[in-house]
């Protein structure tokens, strides 16, 4: 099991690691933007396919992340090495707080409490206009010298994304992941065998908020500004939608999903302004026809053969 995501991870990076070979800045930023969105869907289905919680709220930590990382870099001139892992830091704080009170709710319950944490999260970046910037967004975040040409960011981002995702390789295959799946399937059975749930639950709720506040980072450093919007339950249902598209059954379902769902939305908006419908449509037929998302399709032809 290990051994061929292992390979899965390393191929995939080797792949990538060709795109600024291509020549093309348009290429460069598209992939850079799909790495960052492959590393939140896969932190949002560290709860969503393993814990089986569904969070509605999952980008306050996203944009906790890239505001976190902006403000350290800018306001307070601090060098990358510290202001990322510091709104890492920053966000696992919160991320625990408000994890502390959601875990204590499930199923519906859970996903609404999310929603408004999430939604309160929003409030204060918005309102907050001597930090944040307010509706008008924080602006001129400056990436260091380093990685200042979208190859050279790029690549980071790949480094960063990588090493992401072998941690949550490592994290899904430990007695850890083993309890969040025992939790899933049956949590009062897992409570008897002795799991401490909510214990549990608030760890995975932590580790997925701070993998999420991670990609926020990059995304921040990405677009060389950030705003509130990122925070918006919108942005949460999209990374859902990733999630659910790719596979929530699998570790590189939300990769998968993260993949498709950008490359379509950019081919499509070039043909039709429909775009939203045109997702509606996609998320309808996949719970539909496909509800295993696209690793399942591809693990039920691998089946067949």
């Known amino acids: 099991m290990w051994r061929p995501s292992l390979i899965a991870i390393f191929a995939a990076a080797a792949v990538f690691a060709l795109i600024p070979l291509s020549g093309s800045t348009y290429l460069t930023y598209l992939f850079t933007q799909i790495l960052i969105f492959i590393l939140f869907a896969t932190s949002l289905n560290l709860l969503i396919g393993y814990l089986g919680l569904v ?18 870099l800018r306001t307070y001139e601090m060098p990358l090495i510290v202001a990322m892992p510091g709104a890492m ?23 609404m409490l999310t929603l ?60 850890l992941g083993r309890m969040l799946v025992a939790i899933r399937e049956n949590e009062v059975r897992a409570g008897f065998l002795g799991v401490h749930t909510r214990r549990i639950q608030l760890i995975a709720f932590v580790l997925a908020g701070t993998f999420a506040s991670t990609a926020g980072a990059l995304f921040g450093m990405f677009n060389r500004s950030i705003f509130p919007n990122s925070a918006w339950w919108l942005q949460s249902a999209e990374v859902l939608v990733m999630v659910v598209l790719g596979g929530m059954n699998s570790f590189f ?7 498709a769902l ?10 039709t302004v429909y775009w939203p419908a045109l997702l509606a ?13 696209i690793a399942g399709l591809f693990g039920a032809r691998r089946g067949k053969r």
């Open 89 to 111: 830091v920053m966000t696992a704080v919160l991320a625990a707080v408000i994890g502390f009170f959601c875990v204590r709710l499930t199923s519906y319950y859970f996903a």
């Open 55 to 72: 969070s509605f709220g999952h980008a306050a930590y996203f944009a906790l992340g890239g505001y976190g990382c902006a403000i350290l």
């Open 116 to 175: 408004a944490f999430g939604q309160l999260v929003w409030a204060v970046v918005f309102k907050w206009r001597s930090v944040t910037g307010g509706d008008d967004g924080f602006l001129r975040i400056l990436a260091p010298e380093w990685i200042g040409t979208p190859a050279s960011f790029y690549l980071f981002t790949l480094a960063v994304v990588t090493i992401a995702m072998l941690a949550l390789l490592v994290i899904t295959q430990s007695p």
């Open 262 to 271: 950008i490359v379509f939305g950019r081919i499509t908006l070039e043909i």
């Open 281 to 293: 449509i996609i998320l309808i037929v996949t719970l539909f026809f496909f509800p295993n998302g």
């Open 253 to 259: 379902g939300p990769a998968l999903g993260a993949i």
